[in-house]
Nanobody
């Protein structure tokens, strides 16, 4: 199973980005799909998750600004990020549980004026 994340980049404060992560390989079903982020020297933290039924959960710091969604046909999870702040800058990792847990390699999000 491989996860390919894309969509990161440089954005100004207040801007938006949309991350995508496609899972490929021998996948029968995906329980949950999620996004985490990590800054140098700190632990990786949950940003948002979405279950196979569409239930979502967000970190308090991103509620109301980020939206997670998924396409079960394409085995793809998205993270729409709006009103980006300096504190959102990080490497963003997607993961899935099948129930095995797999991680993508990460995509860099830089917030700078």
């Amino acid at each position: 199973v491989q996860l390919q994340a894309s969509g990161g980049g440089l954005v100004q404060p207040g801007g938006s980005l949309r991350l995508s992560c496609e899972a490929s390989g021998s996948i029968f079903s995906i329980d949950y799909m999620g996004w985490h982020r990590q800054v140098p020297g700190k632990q990786r933290k949950l940003v948002a998750v979405i279950t196979s039924g569409g239930s979502t959960n967000y970190a308090d710091s991103v509620k109301g600004r980020f939206t997670i969604s998924r396409d079960n046909v394409k085995n793809t999870v998205y993270l729409q990020m709006t009103s980006l702040q300096f504190e959102d800058a990080a490497v963003y990792y997607c993961n899935i549980r099948t129930p095995m847990v797999y991680w993508g390699k990460g995509t860099q999000v830089t917030v700078s004026s």
